[in-house]
């Protein structure tokens, strides 16, 4: 350990955050979660935009898997369904996914699901290290350690 990371470069290059936690919503309706789940990508990319005069329109997405299970979870039909729409509507927007407390069920579905998503979209997929120090190098990469929320430490 020692300090904190060093400033951040794509932070600094405009991207948005999208903080996406799973397991804290319940899906009645994959329609409407998928829906939902777009609408927030839109908002990331207008929210880039605007902080940057039309030049960067682009987003981060940290997806926190803790407490995901086979009840709370979205179909694998489903999963693939939204990584398809995105890859199709969201080409060159997706700065980064980094994955955070990927326990079991969701590594099985992450493994049904990559043989689906494009080279380009599995590089920028990248599985947060459980290890504190490690953890907040990896963050560092996207946002100043103030940034990091709580519940991610």
């Known amino acids: 350990g020692g300090g904190p990371p060093p400033p951040s470069p ?29 609408n927030t990508l839109e908002r990331a990319v207008s929210d880039s935009l605007l902080r940057n005069g039309g030049e960067v329109g682009r ?5 926190d898997c803790a407490g995901m299970g086979s009840r709370n979870s979205p179909p694998v039909r489903e999963i693939k369904r939204i990584f398809s729409f995105m890859q199709d509507h969201f080409p060159d ?10 326990g079991t069920v969701p590594r099985m579905l992450m493994n049904l699901v990559m043989p689906f998503v494009t080279e380009d979209v599995r590089a920028k997929i990248h599985v947060i290290p459980t290890g504190t120090d490690e953890r907040m190098a990896m963050l560092g990469q996207i ?11």
């Open 59 to 63: 987003f981060n997405v940290l997806m």
């Open 10 to 38: 794509l932070a600094d290059a405009g991207h948005s955050i999208v903080w996406y936690r799973p397991a804290l919503a319940t899906v009645d309706d994959p329609e409407v979660y998928g829906r939902v789940l777009i």
């Open 143 to 153: 946002m100043d350690a103030d940034q990091v929320p709580g519940w991610l430490v």
């Open 93 to 102: 927007r997706l700065g980064v996914l980094l994955i955070a407390n990927l």
